[in-house]
């Protein structure tokens, strides 16, 4: 049987992905939504036997014009839209159960604060008075209530929440339009969830329920949306003792229901314990995946969001070091057979250009019968994502043979001695004084886990000198 300190960790590394760098501010990813913020997200059920409500306050100083849109389970489309102006403190009670189109549904409800005057154009709202840069709150509150009338219980807790970021993670400051790009709402993204839960055989009438939402954000001109995304989830049922008793997979598209005797399938489920669900895949871009756990017995009932967390995962890029040459020579192997230890050149010196950032480049080739050598030893982390050797260069060559298959002169990269990929060298690739930009197609995830030398070789024929010159290297996602 499995222990709980490996299953965990099983799950978390399940997707090898890390979110946006976490920061002392304000973050654009999340991986637990909040209790406040510039907008709010709630489930709601009011299928048959079943009545939600859902209050919305607001904390701002500044009354807020609100649109109210309900999706349906799928999150296909809206099934209704509403308008609701709050003044400075005020509240407002929603009930699905009244609105036409929506009744008989369940889904999530979005509310979003939109510009005075506007159709719909999304805006960040005026925080609470003193509500710090980088707070996570925001001025939007409140909460919901879940009833099921078969059993006269219900659950209810704050709302799920987020608030609008900047490009690099910062709060929005009040009165600016998310527009998606150089404003967004918060990512809800987590690599994995956790439902705790409590489950007694004998007792009577003792039930749980689990609400699962994915869905992607749809930013327009002047409108917000959600709409459908899938995400695959693995999960594993822990007891009390920390063994796991069951596991399986599921996949979320909009609204899930689901409890842990269904997830637990023909397993009982004897005591306590915890679901772990993991995303076996990335989550697609703008995704947000996030959930609700209730739980009752009899006419009581408790309900809670879900638990949200990132995994420890490898950086998405690897780094160079001294990537643009600035710190001289350092970093980097030098190996020529005319030039031994002075590639790195000054800018603008001795007939090189200006440098592309910073003060140096590399300078390859430069005279007939030539070999020049950059080489720098890396360390590529299990998990590690696609990444790309990139870099800006300039060509200044005499040489007339541009023959992809059999070159005068070219740049080659080589991984532990083996050459994976080159590009020519010829007058007919001269670009001038014009920084341009290029990217090997080796994949250095194939290397994942391994410690490897990489090689950025320049080698020239007998005749017809051909010089390339290299700055701003960097490791990308993309070729």
């Given at each position: ?337 005319n030039f031994p230890g002075s590639l790195i050149v000054e800018g603008g010196a001795g007939g090189a250009p200006a440098a592309d950032s910073g003060t140096r480049l590399a300078w390859l080739g430069r005279v007939n019968d030539e070999t020049s050598d950059l080489t720098q030893v890396i360390a590529v982390p299990a998990g590690i994502g696609p990444s790309f050797v990139k870099f800006r260069y300039q060509i200044a060559s005499t040489e007339t043979n541009c023959s992809q298959v059999t070159p005068s002169d070219a740049l080659f990269l080589f991984i532990d001695g083996v050459q994976v990929d080159g590009v020519v060298a010829c007058s007919g690739f001269n670009t001038g004084a014009t920084w341009t930009e290029f990217g090997f197609v080796t994949d250095l995830a194939a290397y994942a886990g391994k410690t490897i ?27």
């Amino acid at each position: 049987m499995n222990q709980f300190r490996s299953v965990v960790a099983a799950l978390f590394l399940l997707v090898a992905v890390c979110p946006e760098a976490h920061h002392a501010h304000a973050q654009a990813t999340i991986a637990t939504p909040g209790t406040s913020g510039d907008q709010l997200l709630f489930f709601y059920d009011a299928t048959a036997g079943r009545t939600p409500f859902l209050v919305v306050s607001n904390l701002s100083p500044s009354a807020l014009t609100l649109e109210i849109a309900w999706y349906p389970q799928d999150v296909g489309r809206r099934l209704a839209t509403q308008r609701q102006t709050l003044a400075a403190g005020g509240n407002v009670v929603l009930d699905p159960s009244q609105v036409q189109g929506v009744s008989g549904n369940a889904g999530i409800t979005v509310v979003t604060p939109i510009a005075a005057g506007s159709e719909a154009q999304p805006v960040v709202p005026e925080p609470v008075n003193d509500t710090l840069a980088s707070a996570p709150a925001g001025p939007l509150a409140g909460g919901f209530t879940l009833a099921d009338l078969s059993t006269g219980s219900a659950f209810g807790q704050n709302p799920l929440a987020r608030i609008a970021v900047t490009a690099d993670g910062r709060r929005a400051a009040a009165g600016s339009i998310v527009d998606g790009t150089t404003v967004r709402y918060q990512r809800i993204a987590p690599d994995a969830l956790t439902i705790p839960f409590y489950f007694n055989p004998t007792t009577a009438g003792f039930s749980n329920r689990a609400i699962l939402g994915a869905f992607e954000d749809r930013y327009g001109s002047d409108i917000f949306n959600i709409g459908p995304v899938s995400a695959d989830l693995g999960y594993t049922l822990i007891d009390s003792a920390g063994g796991d008793v069951a596991q399986g997979s599921l996949t979320v598209t909009g609204v899930l229901f689901t409890a842990v005797q269904t997830l637990a399938g023909a397993t009982p489920v004897t005591s306590s314990g915890k679901v772990i669900f993991g995303t076996t895949s990335p989550l697609p871009a703008n995704a947000n995946l996030l959930g609700l756990m209730s739980q009752s017995l009899g006419t009581f009932a408790v309900g809670q969001g879900l638990p949200g967390y990132f995994a420890a995962a490898a950086p998405r890029n690897l780094v160079l070091d001294n990537a643009a040459f600035d710190i001289g020579h350092v970093g980097w192997g030098e190996e020529s057979q005319n030039f031994p230890g002075s590639l790195i050149v000054e800018g603008g010196a001795g007939g090189a250009p200006a440098a592309d950032s910073g003060t140096r480049l590399a300078w390859l080739g430069r005279v007939n019968d030539e070999t020049s050598d950059l080489t720098q030893v890396i360390a590529v982390p299990a998990g590690i994502g696609p990444s790309f050797v990139k870099f800006r260069y300039q060509i200044a060559s005499t040489e007339t043979n541009c023959s992809q298959v059999t070159p005068s002169d070219a740049l080659f990269l080589f991984i532990d001695g083996v050459q994976v990929d080159g590009v020519v060298a010829c007058s007919g690739f001269n670009t001038g004084a014009t920084w341009t930009e290029f990217g090997f197609v080796t994949d250095l995830a194939a290397y994942a886990g391994k410690t490897i030398a990489l090689r950025i070789r320049m080698k020239t024929n007998g005749s017809l000198p051909s010089s390339v010159f290299l700055d701003s290297l960097r490791i990308d996602s993309t070729p």
